[in-house]
């Protein structure tokens, strides 16, 4: 009846603003959607590069420490040689490491080249003690000159978190934790060794590659495409229904 449609004319114009707040909601959704998308995809190039950055560096012959120092950076995964003195005192364990599900430490030594740089090794991982008052053994390591061959790596790249001192002597021990937090008494770089002139020094359990994975990251930018497309038909349909509505 002529009523009945005056009343439903007089009952969509009060709900028109109402539409105006659900389409600009749904502009918000969908802005918000292709933020995530475009973050989500700019990791994802991010990672591959540096998973790229680092197959390629690590694949490369050694060279010595001295003609990649100067931008360890642009040379960072790559193997360097270098020659001086492991310092047994001066050693530190980072906690919670596991090699094959079994607890441990990632073993870290002072080491001192020719040229007088002081910089952190890593020797790979070591078995736990028996019990958390058992310190863990250690591989022996010489005092003689030697040259290691190891990979190059940042210190930004070195793990964080709790330390637990090697040296008996309480002091030597924070002096160890405050080096490798602060990296004040070492250079911003370390190494992850691989072997070196004598067959001691290659670790039992080297230090391993990061998982070169490029991750979701790229189903995920899709992922919020599809999600902003669904908010676009969802709104699509709210306005058809209130379009045929108003035919009536």
Sequence with gaps: SKRGREALSSHLKKREPLSILKTLL??????????????????GVDRHARNSFIEVNSAKDSVP???????PAQFEWQPVRVTG???PATQILLRNRYSEGVYGFELLTRFTSTDGQKFWIDRGWVKAGASATIRPELPRITTDSVEIVG????????PRGSFFAIPSN??????AKAN?????ASEKFYLDLINGSTSDLRPAVAAELPELSDGPHMAYALQWIFFAALVIYGRILIRRDVLSVKEL
């Design 65 to 71: 420490l001295t003609d990649v120092v100067g931008n």
């Design 170 to 175: 309480s002091s030597e021990g924070l002096i």
């Design 151 to 158: 990979r190059l790596r940042l210190d930004s790249s070195l």
């Design 26 to 43: 749904a502009l918000l959704l969908i802005a918000l959607c292709v933020w995530a998308a475009q973050w989500q995809y700019h990791r």
């Design 180 to 184: 490798a937090q602060s990296g004040s």
């Design 85 to 87: 003195r492991f310092d």
